[in-house]
């Protein structure tokens, strides 16, 4: 059967979302033995690889791709965006991976491919970008200068609506670091973090770029912190019975609770039988985080063995934590 273009963008996209660039470069390529011509899935292959790591390979595709020939008017503009800084980005990886001697040179070039783009199109991710490789070069006031171009972009996407995701806070916060703004910066990555696309991938592409930033502005080390993803725990216990009396399952929702007070738990992976798991899933739950619960046998039978002889206490509390 015959995929249509959107077919395998969509594939390629789910594959990348799940971490697995390798198989959502397989997918673009076998998305272009039936589209061979078709830009976006060539600019997805390519942009699979340079997120893989394998930054030669995605270069040598590009070229081979012609993706840097496209005229302009053939595709649309944020298509064209797209392409161009993949282009840049590309530039970027291969000056942040060169010996001390070719890091200046080739850190100016990538700068000067993302300014010329950011001048042609006026988005913001050229922009801030260009900004981060003129001050990772030593250009000092031209980074400050295209930041505050950047910072004035965003802050008016935000303003006026048009935005409010992830990308748009997170560039408003590098942009704002570069600009020696730290609070601004702190309080655009909090609103980053809450977004609802904040995915793993692009946090840990954000914090790297921060790390960067941080250590060429001496600026704060704490700030990539905030993109921190949460942290996932495993939990088991002893049930109710010879090994853990009441009186120690109620002892222990303090103690479970300062634990947990000191990490940023987002996931609880675990069970809920009575006594110390549904102990530990309730604190977990009252932070706000999730619960992905695993039974070794079907639900009925686990409420019957593992939770009914503490009592109906408990399996009233068993019933709170499936809700």
């Not at 053939?74 to 001697?101: F, H, P």
């Not at 400050?144 to 171009?149: E, G, I, P, V, Y």
């Not at 930033?213 to 002893?238: D, S």
């Not at 009592?311 to 068993?318: C, H």
């Amino acid at each position: 059967m015959r995929y249509d273009r959107d077919n395998w963008l969509q594939e390629v996209r789910s594959h990348a979302a799940a971490g697995d660039h390798l198989l959502a470069y397989d997918t673009a390529v076998r998305g272009l033995d039936e589209h061979p011509q078709d830009p976006t899935l060539k600019h997805a292959a390519v942009l699979a690889l340079a997120r893989s790591g394998a930054t030669l390979k995605a270069r040598e595709r590009y070229r081979e791709f012609g993706l840097g020939d496209l005229p302009r008017a053939s595709v649309s503009q944020s298509l064209y965006t797209d392409i161009a800084s993949l282009d840049a980005r590309i530039a970027k990886d291969l000056a942040l991976m060169a010996g001390a001697e070719n890091r200046g040179e080739l850190l100016n070039r990538a700068a000067t491919r993302y300014r010329k783009i950011f001048e042609e199109t006026g988005d913001y991710y050229p922009g801030v970008n260009a900004a981060t490789l003129a001050l990772l070069a030593g250009h000092s006031r031209e980074a400050k200068a295209l930041a505050a171009s950047v910072r004035t972009i965003c802050e008016r996407r935000i303003s006026e609506g048009l935005e409010r995701g992830y990308y748009v806070s997170a560039t408003l916060a590098e942009a704002s670091l570069i600009v020696d703004d730290e609070a601004a910066a702190a309080e655009a990555l909090a609103q980053a973090a809450r977004a609802a696309d904040a995915k793993p991938d692009a946090l840990a592409t954000t914090r790297k770029q921060l790390r960067l930033l941080c250590t060429a502005t001496r600026g704060p080390l704490w700030l990539p912190e905030i993109l921190r993803p949460p942290i996932v725990v495993h939990y088991t216990g002893h049930l109710i019975g010879p090994r853990l009396s009441e009186a120690q399952a109620a002892a222990l929702a303090p103690r479970i609770e300062a634990i947990l007070s000191r990490y940023p738990v987002g996931v609880g992976l675990g069970s809920l039988a009575s006594g110390a798991d549904i102990v530990i899933a309730e604190a977990l739950l009252n932070r706000g985080a999730e619960l992905e619960l695993v039974f070794p046998f079907r639900l009925d039978e686990f409420r019957e063995i593992s939770v009914r002889p503490a009592g109906q206490a408990w399996i009233e509390r068993f019933e709170r934590c499936l809700l």
